[in-house]
């Protein structure tokens, strides 16, 4: 009966879990993607930044899973750009343009907002449409060629633990990390 049950001859299989499964029975909040973005001049003159920028636009974002019968997903987004210092992005969906908020000492890596940058897409797509298009043009002239990798992921993982949600990192890297961190 293998190719009876899915768990067996499918790569991934999915159970719904109730509240008895859930911690303190109560269903955890909705996931959230934080999607971070190699912005060093590797990234910017190979065309990844525009690429990538493009792609999450027309392609990722407006296909973010969502719960059956549902109209749309109730997946978080996050955006964060870095080379030797990071960028985090507060997309609230009241603001005229997204705020780029800057964590430059890389041995003590934090993240500066919560809210604001964890956001529904429906709640902030013009806004979000706003950054994606101005990533390429605010790095476009960078010649920086130090880049780290060990921060990003540590201020990936305080996010998700400070808004107290799971999630998955995005990283779109380019090449080896050279920066001087941890």
Not at 113 to 127: A, I, N, R, Y
Request: hydrophobic share 40%; glycine share 6%.
């Amino acid at each position: 009966d293998c190719f009876d049950r899915p768990e067996l001859c499918l790569g991934t299989y999915e159970f719904v879990a109730t509240t008895d499964y859930c911690k303190d029975n109560k269903l955890p909040k909705p996931p959230a993607f934080i999607f971070m973005l190699d912005v060093s001049y590797n990234s910017i003159k190979s065309g990844l930044v525009h690429l990538m920028c493009d792609r999450l636009k027309n392609d990722v974002l407006v296909n973010l899973p969502k719960e059956t019968g549902a109209d749309e997903s109730e997946i978080r987004v996050g955006f964060v750009t870095y080379h030797k210092e990071l960028h985090f992005y507060n997309v609230k969906g009241f603001l005229a343009q997204p705020q780029m908020l800057v964590v430059s000492d890389v041995q003590d890596v934090f993240v500066p907002l919560l809210d604001g940058f964890l956001v529904k897409l429906s709640e902030s797509e013009t806004v979000i449409d706003s950054l994606l298009a101005q990533i390429p043009q605010m790095f476009s002239e960078s010649r920086e060629t130090e880049i780290v990798l060990g921060p990003v992921i540590e201020a990936g993982l305080d996010a998700l633990k400070a808004a107290g949600c799971c999630g998955k990192l995005f990283i779109f890297h380019s090449s080896l990390p050279i920066g001087e961190a941890p």
